[in-house]
């Protein structure tokens, strides 16, 4: 083999490694910024049903207790089909 393609060879060779870096630096940082706006979304939407549960709690607390909420451990259907019959007559 001549001289002219060993330095081609072994000069793509290191040119690919060096490429491969780099290249998964960029992917690497993209991933990161990523991950970053993920957990930034994730905790806006752990505050916003945070607020939305306390402020549940705020307006069932205001009114005659009866919990309308049927995903609520305290909630009585039978309290509220009185409420609601009482509203109506």
Known sequence: MSA???VA??????????YGI???RSLQK???LDKEHHAIH???QLIA???DAWR???ESAKGDGIITNPEDPR???????AKWEKETQ
């Not at 060879?9 to 060096?18: I, K």
């Open 42 to 44: 994730q905790r806006e």
């Open 4 to 6: 002219t393609l060993n």
């Open 30 to 32: 993209t991933h990161d």
């Open 22 to 24: 780099y290249h998964r």
């Open 49 to 51: 049903h945070a607020k």
């Open 75 to 81: 909630f009585d259907l039978e309290k509220l089909v």
């Open 56 to 58: 549940q709690k705020q």
């Open 9 to 18: 060879r072994y000069t793509a060779l290191l040119s690919g490694v060096f």
